[in-house]
């Protein structure tokens, strides 16, 4: 094989290891913006959770006071 005939191949290598190269670089940045969007789906779950159960310590706290002043009522 000659050197024009090398080079060609070589460049020819490069061309399909930048175009592999490409396609991982596209499935990375879909994985990362799918990621993100869990993330963010993730942080407002957990918000919610969070919210709920200061509602729920809220009512429990305001029942157990109920029953204090039943019990001193009484």
């Known amino acids: 094989m000659d050197s024009l005939q090398q080079t060609t191949a070589d460049l020819?290598?490069?061309e399909q290891r930048l175009?592999?190269?490409?396609?991982r670089i596209r499935q990375l940045e879909e994985e990362n913006?799918?990621?993100?969007?869990?993330?963010?789906?993730?942080?407002?779950?957990r918000?919610?959770?969070?919210?709920?159960?200061e509602e729920a310590r809220?009512?429990?706290e305001a029942m157990i006071e109920r029953l204090k002043a039943l019990e001193n009522a009484g």
């Not at 913006?33 to 779950?45: F, I, K, N, P, Y």
């Open 12 to 14: 020819d290598r490069l």
């Open 58 to 60: 809220s009512r429990v």
């Open 19 to 23: 175009h592999e190269i490409t396609d």
């Open 33 to 45: 913006r799918s990621l993100h969007a869990r993330q963010d789906s993730l942080v407002a779950e």
């Open 47 to 53: 918000a919610s959770l969070v919210q709920r159960n």
